[in-house]
């Protein structure tokens, strides 16, 4: 199972990013899957889950009407548009499994950071 993050970057507060992850080593379509992000200090924490075939998708509290999660079975991936973005979002990002779906590899994350 590899997980391949890109797409962070270094935005001004109200800027706008969008996440990909490519993923290999399992049956990807038969899967949810989420974003997870974790900031200095803190654990890591779930921010938007998506199911399989694309039709449910869930958030955090503190990113629901900014984040929006999506996902290309046919490619294997899975994005994250985020808008608005806030100083408190800055994190690695990364994807995995939807719950207790969830691999025990990650991959190496991708670094966004919001400046204010």
Same mark, same amino acid.
């Given at each position: 199972?590899?997980?391949?993050?890109?797409? !962070?970057? %270094? &935005?001004?507060?109200?800027?706008? %990013?969008r %996440? =990909?992850?490519? +993923? =290999?080593?399992f049956? @990807?379509?038969s899967y !949810?899957?989420?974003?997870? /992000?974790? +900031?200095?200090?803190?654990? /890591?924490?779930? &921010?938007?889950?998506?199911?399989?075939?694309? !039709?449910?998708s869930n958030?955090?509290?503190?990113?629901?009407?900014? @984040?929006?999660?999506?996902?290309?079975?046919?490619?294997?991936?899975?994005? %994250?548009q985020?808008n608005?973005?806030k100083?408190?979002?800055t994190?690695?990002?990364?994807?995995?499994?939807? !719950?207790?779906?969830?691999?025990?590899?990650?991959?190496?994350?991708?670094?966004?950071t919001?400046?204010?």
């Open positions: 199972v590899q997980f391949v993050e890109s797409g !962070g970057g %270094l &935005v001004h507060t109200g800027g706008s %990013l %996440l =990909s992850c490519a +993923a =290999s080593g049956t @990807f379509s !949810g899957m989420s974003w997870y /992000r974790q +900031a200095p200090g803190k654990e /890591r924490e779930l &921010v938007a889950g998506i199911s399989s075939a694309g !039709g449910i958030y955090a509290d503190s990113v629901k009407g900014r @984040f929006t999660i999506s996902r290309d079975n046919a490619k294997k991936s899975v994005y %994250l985020m608005n973005l100083p408190e979002d994190a690695v990002y990364y994807c995995n499994g939807r !719950g207790s779906s969830r691999f025990s590899s990650w991959g190496q994350g991708t670094q966004v919001v400046s204010s």
